[in-house]
Every structure is written in structure tokens, then in C-alpha cells.
């Protein structure tokens, strides 16, 4: 089986139309430097918003989406701050003081300690299998909720950050219901079949 991992953040937060967003931004992966982003929207679709057809390909070989666009996306993230441009959505978030995990663990840790804990306190999975057949291991390094933001999507505005009205539902786990910015990384096994990257 194929084990790799992409390091880098994941930033989410609900708005008040029912809008939510899950942002990625991977500085370390096989296929280099990426971003995407996860969207729900209020009538419960799954879209992934992306820069390349080589980012779509690798994202859909986990996760679920009903709607894939590929076009101009500019995502940045220092693990404080994370604004996104693209596809019409203009989207800032800003975290407030960092909580760190400062030392690394083996992936067992990860499944079987760190995974009741990270359910209870945040209401995260840091283990699971998608419905791909594909496992991961989630290993945050520090994570900040966040404390200011704004988007706005085709130039209406959407207002500040809330936590999460459902979940997106594209895998496994749901990012945490309050608003972060969450730097970590994730260990990926794929399925035995054919090579991906």
C-alpha cells in the first residue's frame, strides 16, 4: 500500500447564509505546493474549487464532491492568517493565540490516543477511512480558533465567521464546528491498485 504525507494547514468556518468552507493549504505533498477548497453550500452541494486538473485528480481520489471547478484560485496561509481569491469568493480569516503541539507522533498514537481526545475536545475523527477506500491520519502541530474574517461570494457579502450549521459531508471526519486555522500533517495510505502520483 502507498503511504504518503502532505504537510501544510486546514482553515474552515461557517457563515450566516449556510455557507461553509473548508480551505487547504499544502506547502509539502507529492504533487508540490497546493491549495483547494471545500465548499457547502445552503442547499447541501459538495463543490471543490481548485487551481489545476492535477490537484482535482489527487483531492477526488479521497474525497466526495458533487462539483469540481478548475480555474484561478490563489490561497495563502501562515498558520495565522488565511485569505482566499477565486471563483468569485473572497474569503479572510484570522486566528487568536496558537495552541502548539510541539513534538511528533507515530501514526498508532495518532489512531488510537490522539483520536478520542481531538473527538471530545473538538469534535474531530484524527483517523478514518473515506469512502474511497482511502486511510488517513490527521497530526496537528498547533491550531488557533478563529477570531476575525469576513467573505463575500460574487460580491455579496456573507458576513463574519460562525461555526458550522451541518457538516459538508465529503469525508470521513468534519472539520472542527468553531472557526480555526489548523497547521498539521496528514499521513494518506491509498488502497493496493494502480499508482496514483
Known amino acids: ?41 445552503p442547499e447541501g452541494q459538495r463543490i471543490l474549487l481548485v487551481g489545476s486538473q492535477v490537484v482535482a485528480d ?5 474525497y466526495d464532491f ?3 471547478r478548475i480555474g484561478d484560485l490563489k490561497i495563502k496561509s501562515d498558520g495565522h ?43 474531530v475523527e484524527t483517523f478514518g477511512t473515506s469512502s474511497r477506500g482511502v486511510s488517513e491520519w490527521y497530526q496537528a502541530r498547533q491550531w488557533r480558533w478563529v477570531t476575525s474574517g469576513h467573505a463575500a461570494l460574487d460580491g455579496n457579502n456573507l458576513g463574519s465567521p460562525i461555526p458550522f450549521s451541518q457538516p459538508i459531508n465529503v469525508g470521513f471526519s468534519e472539520p472542527p464546528e468553531k472557526p480555526s486555522i489548523v ?3 496528514v499521513a494518506i495510505k491509498f488502497p493496493p491498485g494502480p499508482k496514483r502520483l
Request: net charge positive; charged share 15%.
Open 1 to 41: 500500500m502507498q503511504l504518503i504525507r502532505i504537510k501544510g494547514s486546514i482553515s474552515s468556518a461557517g457563515f450566516a447564509q449556510g455557507n461553509r468552507f473548508v480551505v487547504g493549504n499544502w506547502e509539502h505533498s507529492p504533487i508540490g505546493p497546493f491549495g483547494d477548497v471545500m465548499w457547502g453550500t
Open 58 to 62: 489527487f483531492v477526488t481520489s479521497i
Open 66 to 68: 458533487d462539483d469540481v
Open 81 to 123: 492568517e488565511t485569505t482566499v481569491k477565486g471563483f468569485g469568493l473572497n474569503l479572510r480569516l484570522s486566528g487568536g493565540v496558537a495552541r502548539m503541539i510541539p513534538f511528533p507522533r507515530p501514526l498508532l498514537f495518532t489512531r488510537f490516543v490522539e483520536r478520542p481526545l481531538a473527538n471530545a475536545l473538538m469534535g
Open 183 to 185: 497547521s498539521l500533517q
